[in-house]
């Protein structure tokens, strides 16, 4: 069987839910008050994997319909918020789901926009929202700063991969050489209100460096060997270079649109 680059995270969907990030409070309380959102307000959250955004907005009272194609992920999530009545889950891809007579006040979307069908994905969003409604695309970006880590990591992946950035999820910034401001600007139907920004840090020790990069589809899609190779040279770098640490600087963006 073929494997997809947007399904593989349910091969490792465990992991991906330990160690992958959610938002900063900030971020999601801003993005609360620029779509005046209410209690029971009714988000949909697309591509939510294993429930990583749903859960801030259920833990603020918001209810939540998650979309996502991938059973492994799905099931995490169905586990997190078991007997939660404000959580259901859809296993289907947004290309083929259709909201029916259910509508939204807020679409919402976690690393996962650049996955969905570009020729439909803002035609789908404003489908499934109410009069007034808000698409709210999110990103955990890692910031590049210039230090020796970083030039053995450069180093192990120039070696070990082609084409790939030597960094954590979030490294390729934008939407196909895009950024998400800039699409959402030439989108029919959608006007950016704002960007809500917070820089934040996270350090890891190797072992949970490298698990994390284990969870990004274009390190799981290669081969076994050249992933085996480039993980020994980044935990060489890790160890010798930053004593078994590595530090990387984030910065959260929420793009604010608003249906028109």
Same mark, same amino acid.
């Given at each position: 069987m073929t494997r997809r680059q947007r399904t593989v995270f349910g091969e490792v969907a465990e992991t991906y839910d330990e160690v992958r990030a959610s938002y900063p409070d900030s971020v999601i309380d801003n993005v609360a008050v620029l779509t005046a959102l209410e209690? $029971?307000?009714? !988000? *949909?959250?697309?591509?939510?994997?294993?429930?990583?955004?749903?859960?801030?907005?259920?833990?603020?009272?918001?209810?939540?319909?998650?979309?996502?194609?991938?059973?492994?992920?799905?099931?995490?999530?169905?586990?997190k918020f078991a007997g939660n009545p404000n959580f259901r889950l859809h296993l289907v891809d947004f290309q083929t789901w259709s909201p029916g007579s259910d509508r939204f006040d807020l679409v919402v979307a976690g690393q996962s926009w650049h996955w969905?069908?570009?020729?439909?994905?803002?035609?789908?969003?404003?489908?499934?929202?109410?009069?007034? $409604?808000?698409? !709210? *695309?999110?990103?955990?970006?890692?910031?590049?700063?210039?230090?020796p880590i970083r030039a053995a990591l450069d180093?192990?992946?120039?070696?070990?991969?082609?084409?790939?950035?030597?960094?954590?999820?979030g490294s390729k910034t934008g939407l196909n050489g895009r950024e998400p401001h800039e699409e959402i600007a030439e989108a029919d139907r959608f006007e950016l209100l704002d960007v809500v920004e917070e820089a934040w840090s996270a350090t890891y020790a190797t072992d949970a460096y490298l698990r994390l990069l284990g969870t990004q589809s274009d390190h799981r899609l290669l081969d076994d060997s050249r992933r085996s190779a480039l993980f020994d040279a980044i935990a060489d770098a890790i160890d010798d270079i930053g004593g078994g640490h590595i530090n990387v600087?984030?910065?959260?963006?929420?793009?604010?649109?608003?249906?028109?």
């Open positions: 209690s $029971g307000s009714s !988000v *949909l959250d697309v591509g939510c994997g294993t429930g990583i955004l749903a859960e801030p907005f259920i833990s603020r009272g918001h209810k939540v319909l998650g979309i996502d194609p991938s059973s492994g992920m799905a099931r995490i999530a169905r586990r969905m069908d570009p020729d439909t994905r803002f035609h789908s969003a404003a489908s499934a929202l109410r009069d007034n $409604g808000h698409l !709210v *695309l999110f990103w955990n970006t890692a910031n590049q700063m210039e230090t180093t192990a992946y120039a070696e070990h991969t082609t084409d790939m950035p030597a960094g954590p999820p600087q984030y910065i959260c963006r929420a793009f604010v649109a608003k249906l028109t």
